[in-house]
């Protein structure tokens, strides 16, 4: 696609429920990364992906939550067991190392609420 | 951690007067990078300036490094009412290709 795509836009769940987060990054990008944002916060890293391998996933807060990537292209980021200090804005990017890895396109997120 | 952070928090000017945004960071870096946010979704890149670089310009935004102070600055001239948004540095770990890490942001708001 044109962009990064992220689904769902939204999305309200039930406190203990798994959710499962979408991300297509841009064709050809081998760099992909997942941002948390708490409602005026700035973004708060989780995870890094080159390629199908995370080097990087020192950011993820705790073992409810887990992301892998399949075929160099779309990733998942899945938080199981959801609490409401999981609600926020969740925030994938890619980037292309042709380009140096130098500029990090994004997705419009996806807001998760945990009610 | 944070890599970045940026200062003031928050910034509310009138149109038409310049706007300065700094940032910190706390390693050596080989870029770094500002994005603007609007509405809390997604981030759009605006400038990049590598370590070797000391100043760069794009249209109405002009940008700072100094590696000696781990420092950098971005300058709005002539904001406008459109200019309102938060804005972010951001740079990557372990050389230009790791985790790019970003500071809490700057709330710019420009008063028509």
């Known amino acids: 696609g044109a962009g990064v795509s992220q689904s769902p836009s939204n999305k309200v769940t039930e406190k203990g429920k798994d959710v499962e987060l979408r991300c297509d990054p841009i064709s050809g990008h081998t760099a992909l990364y997942w941002y948390r944002q708490s409602l005026g916060q700035g973004l708060e890293f989780l995870i890094y992906?080159?390629?199908?391998?995370?080097?990087?996933k020192s950011g993820l807060p705790s073992d409810r939550f887990s992301a892998e990537r399949t075929g160099g292209s779309v990733s998942t980021l899945t938080i199981q067991r959801t609490q409401q200090e999981d609600s926020a804005v969740y925030l994938c990017a890619s980037s292309s190392p042709r380009q140096g890895n130098t500029e990090a396109f994004f997705g419009q997120g996806t807001r998760l609420t945990v009610v | 951690s944070q890599q970045g952070e940026e200062d003031p928090q928050a910034l509310s000017i009138q149109e038409g007067e310049n706007a300065t945004m700094n940032c910190s960071y706390k390693t050596s870096i080989n870029n770094l990078q500002w994005y603007r946010q609007n509405s809390g979704r997604g981030l759009v890149h605006l400038i990049l300036i590598r370590s070797n670089e000391r100043e760069k310009h794009s249209g109405r935004l002009r940008v700072t490094l100094d590696t000696s102070k781990k420092s950098s600055s971005l300058l709005i001239t002539a904001s406008r009412a459109a200019d309102t948004a938060s804005y972010f540095c951001?740079?990557?770990?372990?050389?230009?290709?790791?985790?790019?890490?970003f500071g809490k942001g700057t709330k710019l708001s420009v008063k028509p």
């Open positions: 951001a740079t990557p770990q372990g050389g230009s290709q790791g985790n790019l890490i």
């Open positions: 992906f080159q390629g199908n391998s995370a080097p990087d």
